[in-house]
């Protein structure tokens, strides 16, 4: 009996380690290999992989190739897709892999980045090139998310108010500029993609850039903040955008700088005010400009013009003198070589050429990039409130 018991004993753990030993290997089978991407080399290679076992093509596209070019990576063994590029200069960057077609942030890479409505996980070559920008060991200042009425669009909104080291301890009064980003973006471009909160520490920190704020708006008058349009406001399209021409620029000169002198300590005069903005955003600044003028003493477009090709110029060259009589002690303009929007900005120089209004011109190298607007932020701030 005892003999029954016991070989009924064994057979039960034998069964039952087979059991556990194949359910062991089933979960070592599920497990993923460890994967390190991307990892820079100490030349700035850099190698991306992605575990992916049953795809059966990835590729990956980067903020340094064209907007519709990908790389194919190469499948190993273990399911690893990986490929090798060559040398990046120090700056940041973002990609995407495309497994079987579908875009993905990078599942190994916990920094990302939101443009628009696009995800993208986060690339930083550190270097001489990327310095300005980097998270560096100096004072930081704050970034606030702030809601405020916006009378002239009749809605709640949302802006984002970056004040310099110091600020929240002192009695002083600041300069302020007013940052508009480009089309896609929001509030968040340029913290997010832009970096405009660690240039400024940066340049602050080493005594190239006077301490002001810098106030970045929603420029898109049909939402209340990122992503979230007005109530009652449909999915936007071409025909119904026409409502809201000019609206967000008079928003911000009505409401957001009112609001901002209000409620911070600043400098409320227009000697204390700086205007620019990228893209769209340069759209808004010229418009904003020249429609209020004497608000600004300040005026940067970045990659931007005059977009519409049959505009009156006559009637923009009036606008031009009038701005240019109020007074502005720095009218400065940046583009890319390469960049889509150069007729538009030639357009711009040839009234700033033709008023005679008295202007810096700075050409760069690429196209319409972060790259370039972080590098124009960086030129521009350090020339305000001199």
């Not at 769209?280 to 090709?309: E, K, L």
């Amino acid at each position: 009996m005892k003999f029954n018991i016991l070989k009924t004993t064994l057979v039960a753990l034998l069964v039952m380690g087979s059991v556990y030993s194949s359910q062991a290997q089933e979960i070592s089978a599920m497990q993923a290999p460890r994967v390190v991407s991307p990892e820079v080399a100490p030349n700035n290679s850099v190698s991306f992989r992605v575990y992916s076992p049953n795809a059966n093509e990835v590729t990956v596209n980067g903020s340094w190739m064209g907007f519709r070019e990908t790389l194919p990576l190469k499948k190993e063994e273990n399911g690893v897709w990986s490929v090798t590029i060559d040398p990046l200069p120090s700056s940041m960057y973002h990609y995407n892999f495309f497994i079987d077609g579908v875009s993905a942030i990078d599942p190994t890479n916990p920094h990302a980045l939101r443009d628009g409505t696009r995800y993208a996980s986060l690339l930083m070559i550190e270097g001489d090139g990327s310095e300005v920008f980097e998270l560096n060991p100096v004072p930081h200042g704050n970034i606030s998310k702030v809601w405020y009425q916006s009378p002239s669009l009749d809605s709640y909104r949302r802006m984002y108010v970056y004040t310099p080291p110091g600020y929240d301890s002192g009695n002083d009064k600041y300069p302020v500029l007013y940052l508009l980003h480009g089309a896609g973006g929001d509030e968040d471009a340029w913290s997010a993609l832009g970096r405009a909160n660690y240039i400024l520490d940066n340049l602050i920190a080493e005594g190239k850039a006077k301490p002001m704020l810098i106030v970045m708006t929603n420029g898109n008058a049909w939402q209340t903040s990122t992503l979230q349009n007005k109530p009652g406001v449909e999915t936007m399209t071409r025909e119904n955008r026409a409502q809201f021409q000019g609206k967000f620029e008079q928003s911000l000169v009505e409401d957001v700088v009112p609001y901002i002198e209000k409620n911070y300590r600043v400098i409320a005069t227009k000697e204390g005010r700086a205007l620019a903005g990228l893209s769209m955003g340069g759209g808004h600044t010229i418009t904003a400009s020249t429609q209020y003028p004497g608000t600004f003493n300040y005026i940067g477009v970045f990659s931007s013009g005059i977009f519409d090709a049959n505009a009156d110029m006559a009637e923009l060259e009036n606008k031009f003198l009038a701005l240019k009589a109020s007074g502005v002690s720095k009218y400065w303009v940046g583009c890319g070589v390469d960049d889509f929007v150069m007729e538009s900005n030639k357009r711009l120089l040839s009234i700033l050429d033709k008023t005679g209004f008295e202007h810096e011109y700075y050409e760069s190298a690429g196209g319409h990039t972060w790259a370039n607007w972080r590098d124009y932020l960086s030129i521009f701030a350090p020339m305000l409130f001199k």
